[in-house]
């Protein structure tokens, strides 16, 4: 992307219209865009953490539940609690004014969670971090499962639906032009290095300790300012949603995206979210599907992304007519 803060703009723009224009647009399609933009969300805040930092993580959707939970609580119970004279309806001006510091404060709570899941563990590499990652994952779960304050594990219902598509579109263009411009800038170059080779980067000087839990707290934050979205999208969430699965199925967008490329993995994102829609009726085998389309992709592919996959295979693609005669119209410039 050449210009990241130009698409920046033209993402809040989208939102903008996008959200001035939501009576025409049916409640299904609604959905799927909120959906398809937390996912991206998700992605491309897990890339900062697999594909620049070269950690692999197996939790990124405990830090997904814990904002979502901070939120329900937040626009369920406290807010209301503090200001009882006001309408708290989800689409009333008090909620919408509110839901910015609530997706804040979520997003700082996952940071925190980050912050104690990654001092003590990104010490570890490989196989032996994925375990705790996975493990961390299992212990947000379980504890939600046995908190009553929560619902336990029949979760919570009610939630306000605040969420809609200027918010979702919006943070998703926020959370892309930050990874890019933060992997751009001196600092996130630091990233890639410890990516490259952490015991070179060591040699340099370089803390690769602090650079991967900064990456992890980063990533954390958007994953649980992805996770009050959600909560707020589909006004109900359980601790089922948050499992192992949905962890590898964020895992699966980076992977077809390509590590270490934002804009491909938000483009992945997109696309695995309109599959989940067509597999609705199979969803008992959507894990098996994702695999199988790992495994072609590993086999066919040339390169690692779907950026030069689409840049190969979209001029094969038969051109659209441009006239009758098959040439340019006369009032084409």
């Known amino acids: 992307m050449k210009?990241?803060?130009?698409?920046?703009?033209?993402?809040?723009?989208?939102?903008?219209?996008?959200?001035?224009c939501g009576g025409w647009i049916d409640p299904y399609t609604t959905q799927v865009i909120l959906f398809a933009a937390i996912n991206v969300i998700l992605a491309v805040s897990l890339n900062l953490v697999m594909g620049e930092t070269g950690q692999f993580s197996l939790c990124h959707a405990a830090f997904m539940a814990v904002?979502?939970?901070?939120?329900?609580?937040?626009?369920?119970?406290?807010?209301?609690?503090?200001?009882?004279?006001?309408?708290?309806?989800?689409?009333?001006w008090a909620s919408q004014l509110t839901f910015l510091p609530v997706l804040i404060i979520a997003g700082l709570i996952a940071a925190f969670a980050g912050l104690i899941v990654g001092g003590p563990s990104l010490r570890l590499r490989g196989d032996y971090l994925a375990m705790v990652t996975l493990g961390f994952g299992e212990i947000i779960r379980v504890l939600l499962q046995n908190t009553n304050a929560v619902g336990g594990a029949r979760g919570m219902e009610g939630i306000l639906p605040a969420?809609?598509?200027?918010?979702?579109?919006?943070?998703?263009?926020v959370t892309l032009y930050s990874m890019i411009a933060l992997v751009r800038s001196t600092y996130g170059r630091g990233f890639q290095a410890v990516r490259d080779d952490e015991i070179a980067a060591a040699a340099m000087g370089i803390n690769t300790t602090r650079f991967k839990v900064t990456a992890f707290v980063i990533g954390a934050f958007f994953a649980g300012v992805a996770g009050a979205l959600y909560a707020h999208a589909v006004e109900f969430i359980s601790p089922e949603g948050f499992n192992f699965l949905r962890s590898f199925e964020i895992i699966v967008m980076v992977i077809l995206g390509g590590l270490g490329r934002p804009v491909g993995v938000a483009v992945a994102a997109i696309l695995i979210t309109l599959l989940n829609e067509?597999?609705?009726?199979?969803?008992?085998?959507?894990?098996?599907?994702?695999?199988?389309?790992?495994?072609?992709?590993?086999?066919?592919?040339?390169?690692?992304?779907?950026g030069p996959f689409f840049r190969r295979f979209l001029p094969k693609l038969p051109k659209l007519p441009m006239g009758r005669t098959g040439t340019k119209p006369d009032n084409a410039s």
């Not at 369920?76 to 200001?83: F, I, N, Q, R, S």
């Not at 969420?163 to 263009?173: E, M, P, S």
Request: proline share 5%; hydrophobic share 60%.
């Open 3 to 20: 210009n990241p803060r130009l698409a920046l703009a033209a993402g809040i723009a989208l939102a903008v219209l996008l959200q001035l």
């Open 67 to 92: 904002g979502a939970y901070t939120s329900a609580l937040l626009t369920g119970k406290a807010l209301p609690a503090l200001l009882p004279h006001l309408s708290w309806t989800g689409t009333s």
């Open 163 to 173: 969420t809609n598509l200027f918010w979702a579109i919006g943070f998703a263009a």
């Open 278 to 306: 067509w597999l609705r009726d199979l969803s008992q085998y959507r894990m098996v599907v994702y695999a199988l389309i790992i495994i072609l992709f590993m086999i066919f592919r040339p390169t690692e992304s779907l």
